[in-house]
C-alpha cells in the first residue's frame, strides 16, 4: 500500500479548494492519504478556513495546512515539498494538484498504477479545461493545460505542476529550494523543477487515464489575456532554456528560432486573415516569440500578481 501526499498550493479561492478537497474524499483507492495544503494568504487565510471547516465536519482524510507568508508559487510549492518531507520518514509520493483543478475518482489509482509498471520517478496525468461558454480559438491556445496524449507510458519530460506524482527519492535527491524563487511571480517554476530532474536522470511517464479538470474563469477568456500568457511562456521557457545551456550552440539556435518567429507569424497572421483559429495561432505565437526577445533585456510579465477565480 502506497503512501501518498496530495499537495495543494492555494490562493484566495475557498469554494475552487473546496470543490478539490471533496474530489479527493471521494477517491476510489487503498493508498494512505494526507492532503497538505499551503496558503499562500497570509492575511485573509481562506484556505485554512475551507480546510478547518471540513476537518470539522469528519473529512475523510488527515488534513495539513500552512500558511506561507512570502508572495509566490514558487514559495508555495517549496513549503508543500518540505512539509511532506516532514510527513514521512521513508519512502512516498507526492502528487500535486492546483486549487482550480479536481480529479476523477480512479485518478490516484491510475497514476499508481503507471509508476509501477513503469518504474517512473515522476508520472503526469492529462488536465481536461472546463469552460463556462464556448472558447474563442486564442483562448483554447492560451488554456491548453495539460492535453490528452494517446496511450501511457514513458516520456521525455514532465510539463507542468499540476496532476503530477513524484516519487519521493527525487525530492530528498535534490537541493532546497526545489523549485526556483526566481519563478515566483511568473510561474514557469514547474517546468524548470522538471527541467532540473530530468538532467539529474529522472525518468517520467504519462498515465493516460488520470484526469483531472480545471475551471477556466472569464477573466482568462479575452485575447488580452492569451497574448500575455504567450509572452509570459515564451519568456520563462528561454529563462529556463538558458538556465541549464548557455553554450555559443544553443544561442545560435535560439536566436534563429526566434528570429524565424518574429517574421513569419505576421505573414501567417495575413495568410490566416479568413480563419480565426489560424489568426490566433498566429498572434499567439508573435506574443510568445516577443517574450523570448525581451529575456536579453531583463522583461517579464508576472502572472501571479493577480488571482485568477472566483
Known amino acids: 500500500m502506497a503512501d501518498v501526499v496530495v499537495a495543494i498550493p492555494t490562493f484566495r479561492r475557498p469554494q475552487w479548494l473546496t470543490r478539490l478537497l471533496l474530489a479527493l474524499a471521494a477517491l476510489e483507492t487503498d493508498a494512505r492519504v494526507t492532503i497538505v495544503v499551503a496558503d499562500n494568504d497570509a492575511d485573509e487565510r481562506q484556505g485554512l478556513e475551507a480546510c478547518g471547516t471540513l476537518v470539522r465536519e469528519g473529512y475523510r482524510w488527515p488534513v495539513e495546512a500552512v500558511v506561507v507568508a512570502e508572495r509566490g508559487i514558487s514559495q508555495v510549492r517549496n513549503a508543500l515539498v518540505a512539509k511532506a518531507l516532514s510527513l514521512h520518514d521513508g519512502p512516498f509520493f507526492l502528487a500535486m494538484l492546483d486549487d482550480d483543478e479536481w480529479p476523477e475518482s480512479n485518478w490516484l489509482e491510475n497514476l499508481l498504477h503507471v509508476q509501477r509498471e513503469t518504474g517512473a520517478d515522476i508520472v503526469q496525468g492529462p488536465v481536461l479545461c472546463e469552460f463556462p461558454h464556448a472558447p474563442k480559438p486564442w483562448a483554447v491556445l492560451a488554456n491548453t493545460c495539460i492535453p490528452p496524449r494517446t496511450g501511457s507510458g514513458p516520456i521525455a519530460q514532465a510539463d507542468a505542476g499540476g496532476n503530477v506524482l513524484i516519487a519521493s527519492g527525487c525530492l530528498r535527491a535534490a537541493p532546497d529550494p526545489w523549485?526556483?524563487?526566481?519563478?515566483?511571480?511568473?510561474?514557469?517554476?514547474?517546468?524548470?523543477?522538471?527541467?532540473?530532474?530530468?538532467?539529474?536522470?529522472?525518468?517520467?511517464?504519462?498515465?493516460?487515464?488520470?484526469?483531472?479538470?480545471?475551471?477556466?474563469?472569464?477573466?482568462?477568456?479575452?485575447?488580452?489575456?492569451?497574448?500575455?500568457?504567450?509572452?509570459?511562456?515564451?519568456?520563462?521557457?528561454?529563462?529556463?532554456?538558458?538556465?541549464?545551456?548557455?553554450?555559443?550552440?544553443?544561442?545560435?539556435?535560439?536566436?534563429?528560432?526566434?528570429?524565424?518567429?518574429?517574421?513569419?507569424?505576421?505573414?501567417?497572421?495575413?495568410?490566416?486573415?479568413?480563419?480565426?483559429?489560424?489568426?490566433?495561432?498566429?498572434?499567439?505565437?508573435?506574443?510568445?516569440?516577443?517574450?523570448?526577445?525581451?529575456?536579453?533585456?531583463?522583461?517579464?510579465?508576472?502572472?501571479?500578481?493577480?488571482?485568477?477565480?472566483?
Open 179 to 310: 523549485f526556483d524563487p526566481r519563478f515566483g511571480l511568473t510561474g514557469g517554476e514547474d517546468k524548470d523543477f522538471f527541467t532540473n530532474m530530468a538532467h539529474r536522470g529522472a525518468r517520467f511517464a504519462w498515465a493516460e487515464d488520470a484526469v483531472a479538470h480545471t475551471s477556466i474563469p472569464e477573466s482568462r477568456m479575452g485575447l488580452d489575456w492569451a497574448l500575455k500568457r504567450a509572452f509570459r511562456a515564451g519568456n520563462c521557457d528561454l529563462r529556463i532554456a538558458f538556465k541549464y545551456d548557455r553554450s555559443l550552440t544553443r544561442l545560435a539556435r535560439e536566436g534563429s528560432k526566434l528570429a524565424g518567429a518574429l517574421m513569419l507569424s505576421p505573414l501567417a497572421f495575413i495568410a490566416g486573415a479568413a480563419s480565426p483559429k489560424r489568426r490566433a495561432h498566429a498572434a499567439v505565437t508573435f506574443a510568445r516569440a516577443l517574450g523570448k526577445a525581451a529575456v536579453p533585456l531583463g522583461a517579464e510579465y508576472r502572472e501571479y500578481h493577480r488571482t485568477h477565480g472566483l
